[in-house]
T-cell receptor
Framework: DGGITQSPKYLFRKEGQNVTLSCEQNLNHDAMYWYRQDPGQGLRLIYY???????QKGDIAEGYSVSREKKESFPLTVTSAQKNPTAFYLCASSTNRVETQYFGPGTRLLVL | AQTVTQSQPEMSVQEAETVTLSCTYDTSENNYYLFWYKQPPSRQMILVIR??????QNATENRFSVNFQKAAKSFSLKISDSQLGDTAMYFC????????????FGGGTRVLVKP
């Protein structure tokens, strides 16, 4: 089946620890995105990548890092510099010709 | 900066009836796209409907239709024959090519369909 997968579903982070959220797609999409959702709110863009080996900061990139070494994969690292990381994280992808973004099932990150 | 506003935090509707969700946006762009996404309790974001700004005809997808008023910068969603499975958060979103295809979301409207 074609789609976007995110893992893990739940992730716990200790103080001062870096954690990495996985996002993989087999839709042959060029562009990939990471969003953060806080309770009762809409989504905010963290990072996006329109092509392999290239990515740009979104609206709330501080405390996060990404890489795009493969077309299918766009992992997000939540660093210790992110002081309030508890949130729901959604990955999305799209072709560069069509603007519709399709989303993965999300990862909930909690701080211990 | 582009903004998207959903003025109704929560709405309830009886099963089989119709509900309309409002969305307004602010942009100086002319070539853009608007979307409604549904987020059920599972929290997966599901595309409901999409509208290209250059098309005057309102988009429809089965029981879902939009009223797109470009001059008024308004993009409302009508859910007809509401079903229990329509219970979810609904987000209006906006994107334009020159911004690198970045989606801007409204704050969401919670819809509760009552049996």
């Amino acid at each position: 089946d074609g789609g976007i997968t995110q893992s893990p579903k739940y992730l716990f982070r200790k103080e001062g620890q870096n954690v990495t959220l996985s996002c993989e797609q087999n839709l042959n999409h060029d562009a990939m995105y990471w969003y953060r959702q806080d309770p009762g709110q809409g989504l905010r863009l963290i990072y996006y990548s329109q092509i392999v080996n290239d990515f740009q900061k979104g609206d709330i990139a501080e405390g996060y890092s990404v890489s795009r070494e493969k077309k299918e994969s766009f992992p997000l690292t939540v660093t210790s510099a992110q002081k309030n990381p508890t949130a729901f994280y959604l990955c999305a992808s799209s072709t560069n010709r069509v603007e519709t973004q399709y989303f993965g099932p999300g990862t909930r990150l909690l701080v211990l | 900066a582009q903004t998207v506003t959903q003025s109704q935090p929560e709405m309830s509707v009886q099963e089989a009836e119709t509900v309309t969700l409002s969305c307004t946006y602010d942009t100086s762009e002319n070539n853009y796209y608007l979307f409604w996404y549904k987020q059920p309790p599972s929290r997966q974001m599901i595309l409901v409907i999409r509208q290209e700004a250059y098309k005057q005809q309102n988009a429809t997808e089965n029981r879902f239709s939009v009223n797109f008023q470009k001059a008024a910068k308004s993009f409302s969603l009508k859910i007809s024959d509401s079903q229990l499975g329509d219970t979810a958060m609904y987000f209006c979103a906006f994107v334009y090519k020159a911004a690198g295809n970045k989606l801007t979301f409204g704050g969401g409207t919670r819809v509760l369909v009552k049996p």
